[in-house]
């Protein structure tokens, strides 16, 4: 449901922020990870698993997506056209299986750490 994909995306946009990667960059991963889920739970009315796979590396988010069902459309993929660097698709054994990169971009000026005034004053 749509529910259960906007929990998903909380719980790996979390997940992508415990493991280094910067606030706004990982909300970019977890909207890419729920556009694929509803465009499967919608467009292709299939309502069986899908298999994720993220790595994060220092330049880039790499997400594998894995489902059974067709490929996808270009026409489905617009807005995710706009946020990754490179999208792929292929079918084996009867999955569509899409990878996407999704570049780290830097954080924005509200995202940089800033240390108190204190901090600054005991500083060596």
Known sequence: SRNEIARFGH????MCE???????????????????????LEARKIKDYADISARIYPDRMVIDFRTLGPAFQAGEMKLLQKISQTITHRTVAGMNCTRLELARRAPMPAESPVLPKAALKNAP
């Not at 415990?18 to 465009?39: D, H, K, T, W, Y």
């Open 11 to 14: 719980k790996f946009q979390t």
């Open 18 to 40: 415990q493991n280094g990667m910067e606030p706004r960059n990982a909300a970019i991963s977890a909207f890419a990870v729920e556009e694929l889920l509803l465009n499967v």
